[in-house]
T-cell receptor, first 115, second 115 residues
Framework: KQEVTQIPAALSVPEGENLVLNCSFT??????LQWFRQDPGKGLTSLLL?????REQTSGRLNASLDKSSGRSTLYIAASQPGDSATYLC??????????????FGKGTTLSVSS | NAGVTQTPKFQVLKTGQSMTLQCAQD?????MSWYRQDPGMGLRLIHY???????DQGEVPNGYNVSRSTTEDFPLRLLSAAPSQTSVYFC??????????????FGPGTRLTVL
């Protein structure tokens, strides 16, 4: 059974710092991996999606990497801002049959950026 | 293009009552799913559908029913509400797995309290 783990569970940094959020998964047979952002009391917003054949994706100050063989992904946030404060969720989509189309989520990393 | 919409946003039920959470998407996505989010548990899949007339169970299906009569709509029914079903419910949609580029889009959520 696929398990997704995110470390750390919470992170506090001063504005301007570069930071890395970690995600690990136990089964490397994934279709893709997606990073989401969730603000308090809100829904999930997709940040980046990495296909199983890709190594990384970039969007603005965000860069996500994927090492399928080791079961790891990182989300790099450059020059953090208070507006980046949110919970970041990692989710993998299994490969194989249609029954494996669901996302399996980690429990998230709650980021707080102070000004 | 409204994306994924959910109604209601908030709901309070008494134990034993039934209700339907509505979900609709206007992106012509084949795949739709329901998740619940609980503190410390992360997001867990309840039910999913890969097309009209096709549904299947996820990780935590007990106490919930779904049907998919159209591509656009995927309602979630609580048959006899229990306090353990107090949670935030999210509906999501994406193009059908098999194209690894598909991104999952989430609705804003329904906050349900069962007394």
């Amino acid at each position: 059974k696929q398990e997704v783990t995110q470390i750390p569970a919470a992170l506090s940094v001063p504005e301007g710092e570069n930071l890395v959020l970690n995600c690990s998964f136990t089964d490397s047979a994934i279709y893709n991996l997606q990073w989401f952002r969730q603000d308090p009391g809100k829904g999930l917003t997709s940040l980046l999606l990495i296909q199983s054949s890709q190594r990384e994706q970039t969007s603005g100050r965000l860069n996500a990497s994927l090492d399928k063989s080791s079961g790891r992904s990182t989300l790099y946030i450059a020059a953090s801002q208070p507006g980046d404060s949110a919970t970041y969720l990692c989710a993998v989509r299994q490969g194989g049959s249609q029954a494996g189309t669901a996302l399996i989520f980690g429990k998230g990393t709650t980021l707080s950026v102070s000004s | 293009n409204a994306g994924v919409t959910q109604t209601p946003k908030f709901q309070v039920l008494k134990t034993g009552q039934s209700m339907t959470l509505q979900c609709a998407q206007d992106m012509n996505h084949e795949y739709m799913s329901w998740y619940r989010q609980d503190p410390g548990m992360g997001l867990r899949l309840i039910h999913y559908s890969v097309g009209a007339g096709i549904t299947d169970q996820g990780e935590v299906p007990n106490g919930y029913n779904v049907s998919r009569s159209t591509t656009e709509d995927f309602p979630l029914r609580l048959l006899s509400a229990a306090p353990s079903q107090t949670s935030v419910y999210f509906c999501a949609s994406s193009s059908l797995a098999g194209t690894s580029t598909d991104t999952q889009y989430f609705g804003p959520g329904t906050r349900l309290t069962v007394l």
